[in-house]
């Protein structure tokens, strides 16, 4: 081929040119990022979601007072897997004491101690344990787990415990329920599969009624309260009706168990839940108190209270005893009558 008799084209030469300008400039852009001060810190899009006031692992808060053997959870254990490791909180002895049996069991054997505990480090150990540590590792899983943070983080536990405020229980201020609060520690399991999953929805009374108690008491209604409270599985535990990770005070239009919100949050368990079904809620929790406000219940109640006494006093006076009698054979007139046309099993628990 004769190169010489090529004609010359100015135009293409300049074209690549630009294409060459153009693939650089791009490529500039795409590592300014890396090049700029601070950058190769930049958070993650998690982190963006979840942030915590206090977590900054990256700094020590306390003056470190010894090196871990070990720059691993093993370096931990060295001490913490001693019985007879304690120390004096609030002029009482506290067990530091973390058993490996009950770690290696759980969900989390293989994460690290530093992942929850961010405000320690495995190069030093802090002379004394942070005063928030507890509350810290209580709300780390978010990190891992920013889906049901983010849920969190807007409910009314969440948003009080982010802000390190304190809530009210009956007029009473307490600490707001943490991840760990009903998720636990060290021995954290997953609530989505067996045997661990019917386990945790049987906990419904410590999970939630160690907080709320008087409304983990009032829930006993015969439909769901008494029915979870004796075992039965397919009755419904508190979060089922109320929410989890995203649960809001009733007044708060979010929250699943408004009057709007009734027909969803109903219709997990029954058909095309109509106004009429929807209205039987507030007995739910409040069954006591409407029953006391019912006439014909409180005079049911009291011939039926009545009637006991006195079965009870004929007994003793026959059998010359004062003991308590609580079941015979030998019931009195009244109370057979009674029984025909208002069973035991349908009548009104007396309450201790």
């Not at 699943?256 to 929807?278: A, I």
């Not at 409407?290 to 011939?303: D, K, Q, T």
Request: aromatic share 10%; hydrophobic share 30%; charged share 25%.
């Amino acid at each position: 081929m004769n190169y010489s008799k090529l004609d010359y084209q100015p135009g293409l030469i300049q074209q690549n040119y630009a294409l060459v300008f153009i693939l650089f400039v791009l490529a500039f852009s795409l590592f300014l990022p890396l090049l700029l001060p601070g950058s190769a810190s930049a958070k993650s899009k998690n982190d963006d979601i979840i942030t915590l006031p206090w977590d900054n692992p990256a700094k020590k808060p306390i003056p470190p007072s010894f090196i871990l053997p070990q720059q691993n959870r093993w370096g931990c254990l060295a001490c913490h897997s001693s019985k007879a490791l304690s120390k004096i909180r609030d002029g009482q002895e506290a067990s530091l004491f973390v058993d490996p049996e009950i770690i290696g069991n759980s969900m989390h054997k293989s994460i690290a101690c530093i992942d929850c505990h961010t405000n320690f480090t495995y190069e030093e150990h802090p002379a004394e344990s942070p005063e928030d540590f507890r509350k810290v590792a209580g709300l780390s899983c978010m990190k891992c787990h920013p889906f049901q943070g983010y849920l969190y983080k807007n409910s009314v536990h969440g948003e009080l415990a982010l802000k390190d405020k304190q809530g009210k229980i009956d007029g009473k201020k307490t600490d707001p329920a943490l991840c760990s609060s009903c998720h636990g520690f060290h021995d954290i399991q997953s609530p989505r599969f067996e045997p661990y999953k019917s386990e945790f929805r049987s906990a419904g009374e410590k999970v939630c009624g160690e907080c709320h108690a008087d409304r983990y008491d009032s829930y006993s209604d015969y439909y769901h309260g008494q029915a979870y409270k004796n075992k039965a599985k397919d009755a419904p535990v508190c979060w089922d009706c109320h929410g989890n990770h995203s649960i809001e005070k009733k007044k708060n239009k979010a929250s699943l168990v408004t009057e709007e919100n009734l027909p969803r949050t109903c219709g997990k368990c029954h058909d095309r839940p109509t106004k009429n079904l929807t209205s039987y809620a507030p007995l739910i929790h409040n069954r006591r108190k409407a029953l006391e406000g019912n006439l014909i219940y409180r005079m049911v109640n009291l011939f039926s209270s009545k009637s006991e006494v006195s079965d009870k006093k004929e007994q003793q006076a026959a059998t010359g005893r004062t003991e308590i009698i609580t079941g015979s054979k030998d019931e009195g007139f009244l109370s057979r009558i009674f029984e025909f046309f208002f069973p035991s099993s349908l009548r009104p628990v007396q309450e201790k």
